[in-house]
């Protein structure tokens, strides 16, 4: 089975730039989440996708990200423009369950992000 | 807050020597969970305890939850290189199951 993917692995842009990531889920898992993960740091949850709903996006910056799960499979995130403090690794995970759901999160590779 | 939050910061041990990892947090939880993350990598799902329980066991690892103290703890035995990772423990809260991950332990196995 294949685990959850992501794309690109690394990225380097200069600030002010558009940039946006890829990833596709585990089949089946109907729960995606998107986080970031500064250097040194634990993961920070940036918005959590059931099926096609954003049901929590608290910690998202909407100024200048936003995110998308058009059919409720894969799902794309986008910051325009970039500033450097946005420089990190940004990690998808998906899982079994939904809101009332205990799972484990599965997660994929990352995609580092560095804004020069 | 609901982060949990580990210690020590970083540990350092022989190869066959036992890790002791901590976690603490501050409010009601519906499970903890710990995971790796081995350098450039996503992190890896480790172990699941859920609120009532006590003691869970998985191959080398052995977790413990005492509510009462709002505390975790993640014993690696016989630890091996491979092990050196990062570990983080997470938090499950709430209705909707939200999942907070702490800033992370680094393990250094030395050969």
């Known amino acids: 089975e294949a685990g959850v993917v992501q794309s690109p692995r690394y990225k380097i842009i200069e600030k002010k730039q558009p940039v946006a990531f890829w990833c596709n889920p585990i089949?089946?898992?109907?729960?995606l989440y998107w986080y970031r993960q500064n250097l040194g740091q634990g993961p920070e949850l940036l918005i959590r996708?059931?099926?096609?709903?954003?049901?929590?996006d608290s910690q998202l910056p909407k100024d200048r990200f936003s995110a998308e799960r058009l059919k409720g499979v894969d799902s794309t995130l986008k910051i325009q423009p970039a500033e450097l403090g946005d420089s990190a690794v940004y990690l998808c995970?998906?899982?079994?369950?939904?809101?009332?759901?205990?799972?484990?999160?599965?997660f994929g590779e990352g995609s580092r992000l560095t804004v020069l | 807050s609901q982060q949990g939050e580990e210690d020590p910061q970083a540990l350092s041990i022989q190869e066959g020597e036992n890790a002791t990892m901590n976690c603490s947090y501050k409010?009601?939880?519906?499970?903890l969970q710990w995971y790796r993350q081995n350098s450039g990598r996503g992190l890896v799902h480790l172990i699941l305890i859920r609120s009532n329980e006590r003691e869970k066991h998985s191959g080398r690892l052995r977790v413990t939850l005492d509510t009462s103290k709002k505390s975790s703890s993640l014993l690696i035995t016989a630890s091996r290189a491979a092990d050196t990772a990062s570990y983080f423990c997470a938090i499950n809260t709430g209705a909707n199951s939200k999942l907070t991950f702490g800033k992370g332990i680094t393990l250094s196995v030395r050969p």
């Open positions: 996708y059931e099926n096609e709903e954003a049901v929590d």
């Open positions: 995970a998906s899982s079994a369950l939904g809101l009332a759901g205990f799972g484990e999160l599965f």
């Open positions: 409010t009601s939880i519906n499970n």
């Open positions: 089949s089946g898992h109907n729960t």
